[in-house]
C-alpha cells in the first residue's frame, strides 16, 4: 500500500480522506484533507487545483533566459 511505503521512505503525505479510513492509516497520513469523495465534482476541483499549483509553481522557479534574436 502507498502510505505505508511512502510513511517507510519518511516522505510526507498529503490525502484526501472520509471518515471511514482506518485509523491506523489516518495516524500515518501527515496532511489530512478531509472531504466526502462520494462527490466526483470535488474531487475533480481538488486534484485540478494541485495540478495548476504545481505547474505554476515550477514555472516560476525556472531561470530566466535572455534570448538575443539575430
Known amino acids: 500500500m ?9 516522505i510526507p503525505i ?3 480522506v472520509d ?4 485509523n491506523r492509516l489516518h495516524k500515518l497520513i501527515t496532511y489530512p484533507v478531509p472531504v466526502n ?3 466526483i465534482k470535488f474531487v475533480y ?3 485540478n487545483l494541485i ?3 504545481v505547474i505554476l509553481s515550477k514555472r516560476s522557479q525556472r531561470p530566466k533566459v ?4 539575430l
Do not use: G, H
Open 2 to 10: 502507498a502510505i505505508l511505503e511512502a510513511n517507510q521512505l519518511q
Open 14 to 16: 498529503v490525502a484526501l
Open 19 to 22: 471518515s471511514n479510513i482506518p
Open 37 to 39: 469523495d462520494d462527490s
Open 45 to 47: 476541483l481538488f486534484c
Open 51 to 53: 495540478t495548476k499549483t
Open 66 to 69: 535572455k534570448v538575443k534574436r
